[in-house]
Structures are given as C-alpha cells and as structure tokens.
T-cell receptor, first 114, second 109 residues
Framework: GAGVSQSPRYKVAKRGQDVALRCDPI?????LFWYQQALGQGPEFLTY????????KSGLPSDRFFAERPEGSVSTLKIQRTQQEDSAVYLC????????????FGPGTRLTVT | GESVGLHLPTLSVQEGDNSIINCAYS??????FIWYKQESGKGPQFIID?????DKRQGQRVTVLLNKTVKHLSLQIAATQPGDSAVYFC????????FGAGTILRVKS
C-alpha cells in the first residue's frame, strides 16, 4: 500500500533562497509530524499537526521555519532565507491516532544549502 | 533537556550471531519506547515498541527489554542477517518522540 511520500527527494538551495518541502501522509492518518535529521544524528522533532491544527511547533528552530496543513492531509514545510545550518534531511511522519504512538516515516528530503 | 542516548555508536557482528543494541533514557516519565531501523536514504522504519508497564516484548527475531529501574532499553536481534545492517535508533515518547543518536550495526558475512 501507499506509504508516506515526500517531495522533492533532494533540494539544493543557495543561501538566502526560500524552499518548500511537501509531505503526503498515509490516507486517513490524523497526525502528521516533521523532523529534522542532521548527518549522523537522530531525527529531531520540529512540529506536529492533528488534522489541520498545528498543536505543537516547539521544535521549529527559528521564525524562518513555517509549516502548514490546510486541509488536514498534505503538509508543506517552508524555510525562508535558508542558511547553511539548515542543511539536513527533513522527515515527515504520519500516524493514524491522535497521540502519534505509531509513526510511519517518509523517505525524507535532503536539503543542501550552498 | 531530556534526551535518549546510546552506549555503542558502532556494532559489528558475524552473520548468524545475535546482536544487542543498548540505549539509556533520561526521562523517567516516558511511557512508550520504540526501536527504529534506518537504512541509507530511507526514513526510519518501525521495528518494535514497548510500553512502560512491560519489561519485555518479543517480535519476529527481535526482542526489546525495558529496565525502568536503571532507565535502560535494549534491542536483541536473533540470528543477525546482512539485511539487518542499518542504523538503529531508540526513541522515547512522552508528548513527542525523542530520538537518540543511533547505533550503526554492521553484519559481516
């Protein structure tokens, strides 16, 4: 069956450019999560949606990061004025339940800021 | 802040041997723990989970042990196969998932 998909898989941006990363969760999944994974590290929580409501954005590193899920399905993570320290893999996960215990991850988008 | 850590960054085992990957967690209030496997270029894949009211849970070739007294979690893989080579993460859940840094498992044929 269809899992979580993310696009693009790879993105190269020049410092200062804006980027938009897309996540298509598993159909019917209530919860959606974004994580940032630096090389050699575990994923770090960025933000959480329950349907269209963003319930937790405590992990967003700065106000340059913005996420939305307007119809409770597809989500977009936007990074404005990208910096080199934003280079990482951005992972999206979805969960059927509202608490998000069983999360299914997408393949990630590797962002490189030059 | 609260974090999950791993004792061994790299583990090399012979094919057919058993593997044990260890993890220490720091938040005694965490009520749910998960092991994930991540292969190169892919997202983390759920392996097995355990709730805080249990001390052992078995899956297919995998067993997770939870010792709440010393806040320790381990993943045991029986008869390790080349396809098990990956990075393994433990994660704890309280209000959100907190991952450790990962252990690289290398299986030698």
């Amino acid at each position: 069956g269809a899992g979580v998909s993310q696009s693009p898989r790879y993105k190269v941006a020049k410092r200062g450019q804006d980027v938009a990363l897309r996540c298509d969760p598993i159909s019917g999944h209530v919860s959606l999560f974004w994580y940032q994974q630096a090389l050699g590290q575990g994923p770090e929580f960025l933000t959480y949606f329950q349907n269209e409501a963003q319930l937790d954005k405590s992990g967003l590193p700065s106000d340059r990061f913005f996420a939305e899920r307007p119809e409770g399905s597809v989500s977009t993570l936007k990074i404005q004025r990208t910096q080199q320290e934003d280079s990482a893999v951005y992972l999206c996960a979805s969960s059927l339940a509202s608490l998000g215990y069983e999360q299914y991850f997408g393949p990630g988008t590797r962002l490189t800021v030059t | 802040g609260e974090s999950v850590g791993l004792h061994l960054p790299t583990l090399s085992v012979q094919e057919g041997d058993n593997s044990i990957i260890n993890c220490a967690y720091s938040n005694s209030a965490s009520d749910y723990f998960i092991w994930y496997k991540q292969e190169s270029g892919k997202g983390p894949q759920f392996i097995i989970d355990i709730r805080s009211n249990m001390d052992k849970r078995q899956g297919q070739r995998v067993t997770v042990l939870l010792n709440k007294t010393v806040k320790h979690l381990s993943l045991q893989i029986a008869a390790t196969q080349p396809g098990d080579s990956a990075v393994y993460f433990c994660a704890e859940f309280l209000n959100k998932l907190v991952f450790g840094a990962g252990t690289i498992l290398r299986v030698k044929s």
